[in-house]
């Protein structure tokens, strides 16, 4: 798929059905662009067409955007045409297809704490804060741990599960990595780093 046409495309992904005409509005291209565009993105599984509109998923947007990034689209172009919302319903989009019981946006009280995602599974939560952001430094990831931490130990002390994994996930990180064995996850490796963690979990169980 054409990379310009990709990044062009990625500000009409909007949940909810579209026209062309809408779609060709929100991208600032030609209807016979945008058709094109559109053709582009659903050879690549980015919506579908369903009784003559355009239905876009989510999580498509962070999908696109990651898709774009892999070919080569500047990071800092891309995340701004991003949101948190749409990261974190693709973390849970995940987290859902790994058949995980997802819950997004749980608030935690005395004191009142936000989580953005949390899935269980096997009776163990992952507990996930999303970092939408550009420039992580090492020491604004230590904090975000710190604080990930302290929201597990409370849900733990509120919610019967056998275990709890606080993570953070992230849009820009290549690769995992940990900090006081917390796991920053790259989005892009979320599914696999579930399916290696929940893999070994039932091996332990069996």
């Not at 987290?95 to 005395?110: G, Q």
């Amino acid at each position: 798929m054409n990379l310009g046409s990709l990044v062009k495309g990625i500000p009409g992904i909007i949940s909810g059905g579209l026209s062309v005409k809408d779609f060709s509005m929100a991208t600032s291209t030609s209807e016979e662009m945008a058709k094109e565009i559109l053709d582009n993105f659903m050879q690549n599984g980015i919506g579908r067409y369903e009784e003559g509109q355009i239905q876009f998923e989510d999580s498509d947007k962070l999908k696109t955007s990651i898709l774009a990034i892999s070919m080569g689209a500047p990071i800092d172009e891309i995340s701004r045409m991003l949101d948190w919302q749409d990261f974190e319903s693709l973390a849970a989009e995940v987290l859902e297809k790994r058949d995980f019981d997802v819950t997004k946006n749980v608030i935690l009280k005395n004191p009142r704490m936000q989580i953005d995602v949390i899935g269980i599974k096997s009776d163990v939560a992952i507990l996930i804060d999303c970092k939408h952001w550009n420039n992580m430094t090492q020491s604004a990831l230590q904090e975000a741990v710190r604080k990930q931490v302290i929201r597990t130990k409370q849900f733990v002390s509120k919610h019967k599960v056998r275990g709890a994994i606080p993570a953070i996930v992230t849009l820009y990180q290549h690769s995992v990595q940990f900090i006081d064995k917390v796991p920053i996850i790259p989005i892009h490796q979320l599914d696999s780093f579930c399916d290696e963690f929940y893999g070994n979990l039932e091996e332990m169980q069996s």
